[in-house]
């Protein structure tokens, strides 16, 4: 059974930071295309970042860019997002997610939720000012 398991999330000053992890079993991190969004109380489920699983090219939303950074440990099997300088507007539920969609159809489309097969349950960020 495919399972993600978001953890790291926590209450932070504004202009701190935090760092995630997705910790994955049933799938190998290193063969799937892995992507993070977030989602605040009474708002739509958002992209933030992305990692292809050959050559490390990355995703952001730009609402994040130079500010989050998504990285991959093959050996541990773990997908990380780094989250620093956090703004108050950053406060959500992080989601890891995993796909093992076409290389073109995913530069197209990694941004979408619709995309993603495997989705785990997420972890709090309150960033608070």
Known sequence: Q???VESG???VQAGGSLRLSCAAS???VSTYY???FRQAPGKEREFVAAIIPSGGVTYYSDS???RFIISR???KNTVALQINSLKPEDTAV???AATRRNSLYYS???YETNVYDYWGQGTQVTVSS
């Open 2 to 4: 495919v399972q993600l």
């Open 9 to 11: 999330g926590g209450l």
């Open 26 to 28: 049933g799938l190998t």
């Open 34 to 36: 892995m992507g993070w």
């Open 64 to 66: 994040v860019k130079g």
């Open 73 to 75: 440990d093959n050996n």
């Open 94 to 96: 992080y989601y890891c």
């Open 108 to 110: 197209r489309t990694y």
